[in-house]
């Protein structure tokens, strides 16, 4: 009993000592488990460091980014108001231009106008009312040889001066002297004395405006190798109208010759007929009507063509 009774502190030492040994080895795997966890942890605080690192710096970035768009933003803002301006600016000067330019056309407009009623005014004062009989004129010159001389328009020169007219009423009288001086001298006298049969007469001198006169020269050329032809009815169609009037005109016993060329107007009823030779249109010019084969035989009237200008157009006071 005794000896049972001394082993029991020893046995019970040796199990605490094992349970001690058994927690201790719990403690070093939990100590491992957490330094694992530890290390664990360690790497995920250092890879979100990295990345918020780099998140940082994304977003350093950007905002520089933005606010190199918000300047440059700002510049083109600046740069559009400026070029907005110079174009209003632009639009305003063209605007102001435009007006000058339409008060510009409405003055020149009336100018024009004023121009065609005094140029219309003129063309009434000056113009010419003039009977001029028909005379007989012969030409007669040597007679040459034909060359191609002939084919050239007989160009004249005429002259035409107006004489300065006066309206006379009743009881007026008109005296030119040759000198000025005369006339007027005659001006300053109040009153002068004329005899007339077996009386005398008081008359006063007075100092007319005559109305200007004009001066020009018409030149004229007439072709000898066409000839005007009008009054034509439009009885046939038009190309075949040519080909009836170039067979009418190329009969010799009608006064007729070779023609060249036919032109025809059927909307004016007129035409051009170009002999091949001169002298065949002036013959026929001369008549004045001419019969042409048509549907039937048709007279139409011809005349030369000749072609003139108005030059040294001079007005005298």
């Given at each position: ?10 046995n019970g ?8 040994d058994?927690?201790?080895v719990d ?29 940082d710096?994304?977003k ?21 108001t400026?070029?907005m301006?110079?174009?209003q ?23 024009l106008e004023?121009?065609k ?9 000056f ?51 040759e000198?000025?001086?005369v ?10 004395s ?13 100092r ?31 190309e ?20 060249e ?5 059927k ?16 013959g026929?010019?001369?008549?004045g009507?001419?019969r ?6 048709v ?9 003139y200008?108005?030059?040294?157009f001079?007005?005298?006071?």
């Open positions: 009993m005794a000896d049972v009774c001394k082993n029991n502190p020893i030492k040796m199990v605490g000592g094992l349970e001690e058994n927690q201790l403690a070093k795997k939990e100590l491992e488990i957490w330094k694992a966890k530890v290390e664990k942890a360690d790497d995920v605080k250092a890879r979100l460091t990295l990345e918020k690192l780099e998140e710096e994304a350093t970035k950007a905002q520089q980014e933005m606010f190199a768009c918000v300047k440059n933003q700002q510049e083109c803002q600046k740069e559009f400026e070029s301006k110079a174009v600016d632009d639009i305003l000067k063209l605007g102001k231009h435009k007006q000058f330019l339409l008060d510009k056309l409405k003055r020149c407009q009336a100018e004023a121009k009623t005094k140029s219309t005014k003129l063309k009434q004062k113009k010419i009312y003039a009977q001029i009989p028909d005379t007989e004129v012969k030409f007669t010159c040597q007679n040459k040889e034909e060359s191609d001389d002939n084919n050239q328009p007989i160009r004249e020169v005429f002259s035409i001066s107006q004489c300065p007219t006066v309206l006379l009423q009743g009881g007026q009288a008109l005296i030119t002297f000198e000025e001086k006339a007027s001298q005659i001006l300053k006298i109040a009153k002068c004329v005899s007339c049969e077996h009386t005398s007469l008081d008359v006063k001198a007075k007319i405006t005559m109305d200007p006169a004009v001066k020009f020269e018409i030149h004229l050329s007439v072709f000898t190798k066409e000839l005007m032809v009008s009054n034509v009815p439009p009885s046939v169609p038009e075949r109208m040519r080909d009836r009037l170039e067979i009418s005109f190329s009969r010799p016993s009608r006064g007729g010759g070779e023609v060329r036919v032109e025809y107007d909307d004016t009823g007129t035409g051009q007929i170009t002999f091949l030779h001169p002298g065949v249109a002036e026929l010019a001369l008549r009507r001419y042409v084969d048509l549907d039937s035989e007279n139409v009237q011809v005349g030369p063509i000749y072609k200008q108005l030059r040294k001079e007005v005298r006071f």
